[in-house]
């Protein structure tokens, strides 16, 4: 049996929150979606106590949420039980629910307290601790972008943006910042806003994105990518609780229309030494479109570059994540980086000294965050230990000549991950195998759907 955890939390929360009867316990599987189980009050201090189990297989389910029968584990080996354990400082009201509830999150270990090998957070903590060992510590941040839609389908079937009561009207133009657009959805980002505070949620700001009813929240920095990560799925599960509060759907899909922008998902990552200081900042230094960066910062940048194409079935996930790779919507479409520079997917903000980072913008809003945050740490420590120049900085969105190619289909992706020489020592050989598995048997599944478009291209004219 695992370690206990202290039930000085449990206690805490329980003691302040009488009219719970209900807790959730929440496990992030390998697509970045919720899983778990509902524990009454009474047995909640089981969890506390590491005497909470749950098949450990339910952090490689695929997409629809089944086991890949191709894979040697779930059903193959038996599906064994797994310990749960809670994650420190996650237990939480959940101030949407029609009766009193709490929620927390959880990882799953082995018999002897080891984590799991496929627990994301486990993954990212791991990667996270190399880093450590140079000295160094990352600061996150995580900005999420996503759609509001109507519950009510448009013609043929397609999503429709979400019609605004307070307005009277739907959204049909860009308006990318506009405030009126905020206006025509101001009690949904309000309760949003709300929800954040009760939930100890760093939300710091909402803006309008760059189609109709499209929205961006971001979160402030925390120091820990863990803590980040578990503050990216806690808000989506919030914005979607929120939306179907409002009669809306919120959805993270990476691109929902043809011809609107897609949805990302943008990390930023500073790195500080143990007396505070931006290790980007420090070493000698080169400037850039008029910024001075460190030398550990172009190490870093090598590093994303160098790794780039085998993250890529990590930030693009699924079939619909390569659609949202298109020029001209300041989605990147090469491995460039570049200084105050959108159309680059590594782009270096302006800032001071201080708040020196990287901002990484190829993962879309479909991703897992844990495995995306986990990629580019290990591509960060990558740059750094094999200290990895980078090519020369983007200019706009033109790029410098021999960049690498990123794979932009599914298929193409995948063969990448499979091939990558990097990877592998970060996310552990097991799992990055594993991972490869079940996106291959989803990939070659959504492959062998007949979609409409075949019967409007082919069934009367071949």
């Not at 400037?287 to 993250?311: T, Y």
């Not at 994540?321 to 300041?330: E, I, K, N, Q, V």
């Not at 420590?381 to 090519?391: F, Q, W, Y």
Request: with cysteine; aromatic share 8%; glycine share 10%.
């Amino acid at each position: 049996m695992p370690k206990a955890s202290t039930m000085s939390e449990a206690d805490a929360f329980l003691a302040a929150n009488p009219g719970v009867k209900t807790i959730e316990l929440l496990l992030p599987d390998m697509c970045g979606i919720l899983r778990g189980k509902r524990l009454t009050r009474n047995s909640f201090k089981k969890l506390y106590s590491g005497s909470v189990r749950t098949p450990g297989s339910l952090y490689i389910l695929d997409v629809t949420g089944q086991n890949v029968p191709t894979m040697r584990a779930g059903i193959t080996d038996g599906d064994p039980d797994k310990f749960c354990l809670p994650a420190p400082g996650t237990l939480k009201p959940v101030p949407w629910a029609q009766q009193p509830l709490g929620q927390v999150l959880g990882s799953m270990t082995e018999d002897d307290g080891a984590p799991l090998y496929s627990d994301p957070r486990a993954i990212l903590s791991a990667t996270a601790a190399r880093l450590g060992e140079l000295g160094l510590k990352p600061s996150v941040a995580i900005e999420q972008e996503f759609y509001l839609l109507d519950t009510k389908r448009g013609p043929g079937g397609a999503p429709q943006p979400a019609f605004s009561e307070r307005s009277g009207y739907r959204q049909s133009t860009t308006q990318v910042a506009g405030m009126e657009e905020l206006y025509d959805f101001e009690s949904f980002l309000a309760e949003v806003a709300r929800c954040c505070e009760i939930q100890g949620l760093p939300a710091e700001a909402a803006s309008k994105e760059y189609a109709p009813g499209q929205y961006e929240i971001n979160l402030h920095y925390v120091a820990g990518a863990v803590t980040a990560c578990d503050h990216a799925v806690m808000l989506k599960r919030v914005i979607k609780a929120v939306a179907r509060r409002h009669g809306l759907v919120a959805s993270f899909m990476a691109k929902p229309f043809e011809e609107t922008a897609g949805s990302g998902t943008h990390v930023h990552v500073s790195l500080y030494d143990d007396d505070g200081a931006n290790a980007f900042a420090k070493g000698a230094r080169q400037e850039i479109n008029g910024m001075k960066v460190g030398e550990a910062l172009l190490h870093a940048a090598g590093g994303l570059i160098a790794c780039m194409a085998e993250s890529m079935a990590i930030f693009a996930p699924n079939a619909n994540s390569y659609r949202r790779f298109r020029p001209g919507l300041f989605v990147p479409v090469s491995p460039s980086w570049g200084v105050n520079n959108r159309s680059a997917g590594i782009r270096i903000p302006p800032s001071d000294d201080q708040a020196l980072r990287i901002e990484h913008r190829n993962a879309g809003a479909d991703t897992n965050p844990y495995l995306a945050t986990a990629a580019i740490l290990a591509g960060i420590h990558h740059g750094l230990t094999a200290k990895i120049d980078p090519p020369p900085a983007s200019d706009g969105d033109r790029d410098p000549e021999g960049l690498p190619e990123l794979p932009l289909d599914w298929h193409t992706a995948l063969d990448r991950f499979r091939d990558g020489a990097i990877l592998p020592f970060y996310l552990g050989e097991k799992y990055h195998g594993i991972y490869e598995v079940v996106r291959r048997y989803e990939c070659e599944a959504f492959k062998a759907r007949i979609q409409p478009l075949d019967y409007e291209w082919y069934l009367r004219t071949v």
